[in-house]
Protein backbone atom coordinates (compact mmCIF):
# COMPACT_ATOMS: atom_id res chain seq x y z
CA UNK A 1 0.00 0.00 0.00
CA UNK A 2 1.27 3.57 -0.92
CA UNK A 3 2.62 5.32 2.44
CA UNK A 4 2.50 8.86 1.44
CA UNK A 5 -0.92 10.44 -0.07
CA UNK A 6 -0.66 13.85 -1.44
CA UNK A 7 -3.50 16.40 -1.48
CA UNK A 8 -4.80 17.89 -3.20
CA UNK A 9 -4.81 15.20 -6.40
CA UNK A 10 -5.00 18.41 -9.02
CA UNK A 11 -4.55 21.42 -8.68
CA UNK A 12 -4.76 24.64 -11.01
CA UNK A 13 -3.15 27.84 -10.93
CA UNK A 14 -2.54 31.06 -11.98
CA UNK A 15 1.68 31.77 -13.41
CA UNK A 16 3.04 33.57 -10.65
CA UNK A 17 1.10 32.70 -7.68
CA UNK A 18 2.18 30.24 -5.05
CA UNK A 19 1.88 26.58 -4.95
CA UNK A 20 0.71 24.44 -1.90
CA UNK A 21 0.84 20.33 -2.16
CA UNK A 22 0.66 18.12 1.19
CA UNK A 23 1.84 15.23 1.40
CA UNK A 24 0.94 12.18 5.09
CA UNK A 25 2.29 9.65 5.93
CA UNK A 26 1.72 6.74 8.31
CA UNK A 27 5.02 5.02 9.51
CA UNK A 28 8.20 6.03 10.90
CA UNK A 29 10.81 7.75 8.19
CA UNK A 30 14.33 8.33 7.78
CA UNK A 31 13.66 10.94 5.57
CA UNK A 32 10.98 12.51 3.08
CA UNK A 33 11.60 13.35 -0.87
CA UNK A 34 9.98 15.50 -3.39
CA UNK A 35 10.06 14.59 -6.91
CA UNK A 36 8.52 16.07 -10.05
CA UNK A 37 7.61 14.08 -13.25
CA UNK A 38 7.06 15.91 -16.30
CA UNK A 39 4.80 14.07 -18.96
CA UNK A 40 6.68 11.30 -20.44
CA UNK A 41 9.51 11.37 -18.53
CA UNK A 42 10.67 9.76 -15.54
CA UNK A 43 10.88 11.12 -12.12
CA UNK A 44 13.55 14.25 -11.29
CA UNK A 45 14.41 14.82 -7.46
CA UNK A 46 13.61 18.10 -6.28
CA UNK A 47 14.26 17.93 -2.60
CA UNK A 48 15.33 15.42 0.40
CA UNK A 49 14.16 16.58 4.33
CA UNK A 50 15.45 14.45 7.33
CA UNK A 51 13.53 13.40 10.03
CA UNK A 52 15.47 15.76 12.65
CA UNK A 53 14.53 19.13 10.20
CA UNK A 54 11.61 21.14 10.28
CA UNK A 55 12.33 23.19 6.72
CA UNK A 56 14.66 23.34 3.74
CA UNK A 57 14.44 25.44 1.03
CA UNK A 58 15.72 25.47 -2.64
CA UNK A 59 15.61 28.18 -5.01
CA UNK A 60 11.92 28.93 -5.45
CA UNK A 61 10.67 25.54 -3.53
CA UNK A 62 10.07 25.15 0.28
CA UNK A 63 9.48 22.01 1.89
CA UNK A 64 8.74 21.38 5.57
CA UNK A 65 8.06 18.79 7.93
CA UNK A 66 6.33 17.94 11.31
CA UNK A 67 6.99 14.08 12.10
CA UNK A 68 4.32 14.76 14.83
CA UNK A 69 1.36 14.76 12.58
CA UNK A 70 3.21 13.08 9.58
CA UNK A 71 2.75 15.20 7.42
CA UNK A 72 5.01 17.25 4.59
CA UNK A 73 4.50 20.84 2.46
CA UNK A 74 6.00 21.48 -0.71
CA UNK A 75 5.78 25.31 -1.38
CA UNK A 76 6.49 26.35 -4.87
CA UNK A 77 6.63 30.10 -4.94
CA UNK A 78 6.19 32.70 -8.24
CA UNK A 79 4.92 29.83 -10.33
CA UNK A 80 5.96 29.54 -13.62
CA UNK A 81 4.29 27.57 -16.95
CA UNK A 82 7.48 24.62 -16.92
CA UNK A 83 6.46 24.16 -13.13
CA UNK A 84 3.47 22.53 -14.62
CA UNK A 85 4.16 18.31 -13.64
CA UNK A 86 3.04 15.92 -11.00
CA UNK A 87 4.77 16.18 -8.14
CA UNK A 88 5.41 13.11 -5.41
CA UNK A 89 6.17 12.51 -2.52
CA UNK A 90 8.25 9.41 -1.14
CA UNK A 91 8.98 8.26 2.72
CA UNK A 92 12.32 7.09 3.17
CA UNK A 93 11.94 4.08 5.38
CA UNK A 94 15.19 1.55 5.99
CA UNK A 95 15.57 1.11 2.74
CA UNK A 96 12.53 1.18 0.23
CA UNK A 97 11.37 4.18 -1.00
CA UNK A 98 7.33 4.34 -1.24
CA UNK A 99 5.68 7.12 -3.23
CA UNK A 100 2.29 8.60 -2.76
CA UNK A 101 -0.15 8.87 -5.91
CA UNK A 102 0.97 12.67 -6.72
CA UNK A 103 -0.62 15.81 -7.63
CA UNK A 104 -1.00 17.48 -10.60
CA UNK A 105 -0.24 20.73 -10.75
CA UNK A 106 -1.24 23.04 -13.80
CA UNK A 107 0.46 26.59 -14.25
CA UNK A 108 -1.76 28.75 -16.23
CA UNK A 109 -0.09 31.68 -18.06
CA UNK B 1 27.31 13.11 -16.43
CA UNK B 2 24.70 10.36 -18.40
CA UNK B 3 22.04 9.25 -16.06
CA UNK B 4 20.28 6.22 -15.91
CA UNK B 5 19.40 5.21 -19.35
CA UNK B 6 16.75 2.74 -20.15
CA UNK B 7 15.70 0.50 -23.48
CA UNK B 8 13.97 0.66 -25.40
CA UNK B 9 11.73 3.62 -24.53
CA UNK B 10 8.93 1.83 -26.33
CA UNK B 11 7.95 -1.54 -26.56
CA UNK B 12 4.36 -2.90 -28.65
CA UNK B 13 4.08 -6.87 -28.83
CA UNK B 14 1.59 -9.22 -28.63
CA UNK B 15 0.53 -11.15 -25.79
CA UNK B 16 2.55 -14.42 -24.92
CA UNK B 17 5.70 -12.79 -26.30
CA UNK B 18 8.59 -12.18 -24.17
CA UNK B 19 10.13 -8.91 -23.45
CA UNK B 20 13.04 -7.53 -21.84
CA UNK B 21 13.66 -4.39 -20.34
CA UNK B 22 17.00 -3.01 -19.91
CA UNK B 23 19.11 -0.90 -17.42
CA UNK B 24 22.33 1.04 -17.47
CA UNK B 25 22.29 2.91 -13.79
CA UNK B 26 24.72 5.66 -12.92
CA UNK B 27 28.17 4.86 -12.46
CA UNK B 28 29.25 4.50 -9.02
CA UNK B 29 25.63 3.37 -7.79
CA UNK B 30 24.90 0.63 -5.61
CA UNK B 31 21.52 0.16 -5.40
CA UNK B 32 19.40 0.01 -8.45
CA UNK B 33 15.43 0.03 -8.59
CA UNK B 34 12.80 -1.35 -11.30
CA UNK B 35 9.23 0.20 -10.98
CA UNK B 36 5.94 -0.02 -12.39
CA UNK B 37 3.80 3.05 -13.04
CA UNK B 38 0.17 2.78 -14.26
CA UNK B 39 -2.73 5.40 -13.70
CA UNK B 40 -4.66 2.63 -11.06
CA UNK B 41 -1.56 1.74 -9.08
CA UNK B 42 0.84 4.36 -9.29
CA UNK B 43 4.17 3.65 -8.88
CA UNK B 44 5.36 0.81 -7.74
CA UNK B 45 8.59 -0.86 -6.48
CA UNK B 46 8.77 -4.13 -8.24
CA UNK B 47 12.39 -5.26 -7.23
CA UNK B 48 15.83 -3.53 -6.25
CA UNK B 49 19.38 -4.67 -5.84
CA UNK B 50 22.48 -3.92 -3.76
CA UNK B 51 25.55 -4.16 -5.70
CA UNK B 52 24.19 -6.88 -8.19
CA UNK B 53 22.28 -8.61 -5.42
CA UNK B 54 18.46 -8.73 -5.23
CA UNK B 55 17.97 -7.82 -1.81
CA UNK B 56 13.66 -7.59 -2.11
CA UNK B 57 11.57 -8.94 -5.18
CA UNK B 58 8.49 -8.43 -3.00
CA UNK B 59 7.01 -6.22 -5.37
CA UNK B 60 7.24 -8.71 -8.40
CA UNK B 61 3.92 -9.50 -9.26
CA UNK B 62 4.09 -13.10 -10.40
CA UNK B 63 6.62 -15.41 -11.78
CA UNK B 64 6.51 -14.58 -14.95
CA UNK B 65 8.63 -11.12 -13.78
CA UNK B 66 12.31 -11.79 -13.95
CA UNK B 67 15.56 -9.18 -13.20
CA UNK B 68 18.92 -9.91 -13.37
CA UNK B 69 21.95 -7.63 -12.46
CA UNK B 70 24.86 -9.75 -14.20
CA UNK B 71 27.06 -6.67 -13.30
CA UNK B 72 27.35 -3.15 -11.46
CA UNK B 73 26.43 -1.43 -15.11
CA UNK B 74 23.55 -3.51 -16.59
CA UNK B 75 20.18 -4.64 -15.29
CA UNK B 76 17.42 -6.48 -16.73
CA UNK B 77 13.65 -7.01 -16.01
CA UNK B 78 12.21 -9.76 -18.27
CA UNK B 79 8.36 -10.39 -18.53
CA UNK B 80 7.57 -14.56 -20.15
CA UNK B 81 4.97 -14.48 -21.22
CA UNK B 82 3.29 -10.87 -21.51
CA UNK B 83 0.01 -10.41 -21.02
CA UNK B 84 -2.33 -6.77 -21.75
CA UNK B 85 -2.37 -6.38 -17.87
CA UNK B 86 1.20 -5.96 -17.67
CA UNK B 87 1.18 -2.94 -19.93
CA UNK B 88 2.37 0.15 -17.84
CA UNK B 89 5.30 2.42 -17.87
CA UNK B 90 8.88 0.57 -16.17
CA UNK B 91 11.03 2.58 -15.07
CA UNK B 92 14.61 2.15 -13.70
CA UNK B 93 16.26 4.24 -11.09
CA UNK B 94 19.70 4.12 -9.31
CA UNK B 95 21.15 5.54 -6.28
CA UNK B 96 24.65 5.79 -4.82
CA UNK B 97 23.55 5.19 -0.79
CA UNK B 98 20.79 4.83 1.49
CA UNK B 99 19.63 7.79 2.41
CA UNK B 100 20.46 9.37 -1.28
CA UNK B 101 18.02 10.73 -3.86
CA UNK B 102 17.05 7.99 -6.21
CA UNK B 103 17.83 9.01 -10.08
CA UNK B 104 15.40 7.97 -12.60
CA UNK B 105 15.66 6.72 -16.01
CA UNK B 106 12.96 7.96 -18.47
CA UNK B 107 11.34 4.51 -18.73
CA UNK B 108 10.40 1.91 -20.73
CA UNK B 109 6.79 2.55 -22.34
CA UNK B 110 5.56 -0.87 -22.79
CA UNK B 111 2.02 -1.87 -24.51
CA UNK B 112 1.51 -5.73 -24.55
CA UNK B 113 -1.68 -5.99 -27.20
Known amino acids: SQQGEEDPQALSIQEGENATMNCSYK?????LQWYRQNSGRGLVHLIL?????REKHSGRLRVTLDTSKKSSSLLITASRAADTASYFC?????????FGQGTRLTINP | DAGVIQSPRHEVTEMGQEVTLRCKPI?????LFWYRQTMMRGLELLIY????????DSGMPEDRFSAKMPNASFSTLKIQPSEPRDSAVYFC???????????FGDGTRLSIL
Open chain 2, 93 to 103: ASRWDVGQPQH
Open chain 2, 49 to 56: FNNNVPID
Open chain 2, 27 to 31: SGHDY
Open chain 1, 49 to 53: IRSNE
Open chain 1, 27 to 31: TSINN
Open chain 1, 90 to 98: ATQGAQKLV
